[in-house]
């Protein structure tokens, strides 16, 4: 027999436009958000599969795509030896002068890569989550099940329901009853009021199932032509849905603390407080878990650098993560991530805040709850998230009150 992953193509959605997380999104597509410093959001799942083994891949791409299709061609390029490959594929429009509307249509579209493959099953993945999962496990269930298609969940509170694809079981805890799609009016569980059982946007298909639910959606006029809340439905009706429950996933090298973790950074403020998981002094996501390593790639930088400047200055960083090529001359950085190339000069202040690449923050500035994209200069003397009220006048601020400065923009003093 086969081994289990060469009967398996994996394919990732990483075409979402991620209006939700403007400004960072402006000019990049969601999945190409950069994160933790050194990552990009989609090298969380990429990571994940290819931890588990599932080294055949196809990453569908859409909207501003340039930089997520470098990163992937540059960073994810593998040996093809034994057919092993991730390959960045834009929007085919194979069926007239059209995009993609929604992600059943992205895998429709692009059903002539799943016949060159033929695989038993896809792992159909989103490209948008922080989280440690070994996919063979979900896999696993999937075929011992003889399921049509297997969803992974996860317990999220009630109120964020209408944010998610909400999942109704039969008593077995197993078979899905009911699938709706973001709803507004969703109950809590029988055990747990203040929770619903959410959908992750993971799923696992057995391939033709898949090819004839995706062939009688494309027919349907009506339909929105979206994963959650097209194509799943269809699996619940005929009875041959089944929950994965992501709470049973036990990743090599995880710890009581960070086993379960799982983040939609869809929003400014669910991103801000996923940065912030990772530098608390016991992180709560583990990037340091070297048995499920999460693989990135950038440019070769020399080490992070702090320098004792102005006689009395000393540059330092303390509950940060502090990447290569950053150099901090005379000032000071706190519960902050500071991504390749950041430069902190003498008596600035980094506090509870997101730099991106090349960001410089100029002498006696002082920067609170802020997050900055790539090569934005904060001037000399500048207060950034001191003043909610004036930074509102200037710069995107969240609900929470953090302040964002989209890519390149100029910051006066
Ligand atoms: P959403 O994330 O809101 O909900 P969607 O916007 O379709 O759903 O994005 C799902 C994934 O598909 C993302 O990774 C996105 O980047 C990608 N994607 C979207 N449109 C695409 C397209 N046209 N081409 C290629 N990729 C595309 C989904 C599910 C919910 C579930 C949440 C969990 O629909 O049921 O609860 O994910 O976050």
Not at 173 to 191: H, M, N, W, Y
Not at 277 to 290: G, K, R
Request: charged share 20%; aromatic share 8%.
């Amino acid at each position: 027999m086969l081994p289990m992953t060469t009967r398996v193509l994996a394919i990732v959605l990483a075409g979402g436009e991620g209006k939700r997380l403007m400004p960072l999104t402006a000019d990049r597509a969601k999945p190409a958000v950069p994160f933790g410093g050194i990552y990009r959001l989609i090298d969380f799942v990429l990571s994940n599969l290819a931890n588990g083994g599932y080294l055949r891949m196809v990453v569908l791409t859409q909207y501003k795509s340039h930089s997520l299709d470098r990163h992937v061609s540059r960073t994810w390029r593998m040996s093809t030896m034994l057919g092993n490959y991730v390959t960045p594929v834009p929007a085919q429009q194979r069926l007239g002068p059209r995009w993609f509307s929604g992600s059943a249509d992205a895998l429709f579209q692009n059903l002539n890569l799943i016949y060159d493959e033929m695989p038993e099953h896809c792992i159909v993945f989103g490209a948008d989550h922080i989280y440690r999962m070994d996919p063979g496990q979900m896999v696993r269930q999937h075929m011992d099940s003889g399921a049509d298609v297997t969803v992974a969940a996860i317990r999220q509170p009630l109120e964020l329901a209408d944010q998610f694809g909400v999942i109704e079981t039969d008593p077995s805890g197993r078979r899905i009853s009911a699938f709706r799609e973001k709803p507004t009016d969703a109950v809590g569980l029988p055990d747990a009021p203040d929770q619903v059982y959410a959908s992750m946007g993971n799923y696992v298909f057995r391939t033709q199932a898949m090819i004839d639910a995706l062939r009688e959606d494309a027919l349907d006029p009506s339909s929105k032509h979206d994963l959650g809340g097209n194509i799943i439905p269809m699996f619940v009706k005929a009875g041959s849905a089944e929950v994965y429950d992501f709470a049973d996933n036990d990743v090599p090298g995880s710890s009581e603390r960070d086993r379960g973790y799982w983040r939609d950074v869809g929003t400014l403020d669910a991103y801000y407080e996923a940065h912030m998981d990772l530098v608390s002094a016991h992180p709560v996501f583990n990037l340091y878990n070297s048995r499920w390593p999460i693989y990135t790639g950038h440019d070769p930088l020399p080490p992070a650098k702090f320098v004792h400047n102005d006689g009395d200055r000393v540059g330092r960083a303390l509950d940060s993560l502090v990447s290569p090529g950053v150099i901090i001359s005379g000032g000071t950085a706190c519960r902050s991530i500071l991504s390749p190339g950041v430069v902190l000069h003498s008596h600035s202040q980094v506090e509870d805040s997101v730099l991106m690449g090349n960001v410089k923050i100029g002498r006696g500035a002082v920067v609170r709850r802020a997050i900055i994209d790539k090569n934005v200069v904060i001037p000399d003397g500048a207060r950034i998230g001191l003043d909610v009220e004036y930074d509102r006048s200037r710069f995107a601020v969240t609900r929470e009150g953090i302040v964002v400065i989209g890519k390149n923009e100029v910051v006066e003093h």
